[in-house]
């Protein structure tokens, strides 16, 4: 915990780089993660996003087509789905036309 702390604390000096502040920020996070859970139950720390992590994950997704996009994601939310949860059938948009009169042309 006191490791948190100190990082809070280089993070709010005036000069503090980057990645001290982002390291402050993680503290803060762990810190307030901890208050909130209820006594005797375990929590994760957070974690704080590494950028060029991300930057490699969208240049990798970058060429591919957004249909391939969609499928990834449907297929990863449903894995997540508890076992024995059945999705519905997706129904097909239906739209109404409706035709209406001319009432003349204006000149």
């Known amino acids: 915990m ?12 005036a000069d ?8 402050g920020i993680a503290g803060c996070r762990t810190i307030l ?3 909130d859970a209820t006594p005797g ?6 974690v704080a996003p590494n950028p060029s992590a991300i930057a490699a994950a969208v240049g990798a997704l970058r060429g591919v087509p957004p249909d391939q996009l969609l499928d ?11 076992a024995g ?3 519905p059938a997706a129904q097909p948009l239906k739209f109404h036309i409706i035709n209406v009169p001319n ?4 000149s």
């Open 41 to 46: 139950q375990t929590f994760a720390p957070a």
């Open 72 to 82: 990834l994601a449907i297929l990863k939310l449903r894995a997540a789905l508890p």
């Open 16 to 23: 503090a780089a980057p990645e001290a502040r982002a390291a």
């Open 2 to 13: 006191e490791n948190l702390i100190e990082s809070i604390r280089s993070a709010l000096a």
């Open 33 to 35: 993660a901890a208050l």
């Open 85 to 87: 949860v059945e999705v």
């Open 103 to 106: 009432l003349g042309a204006r």
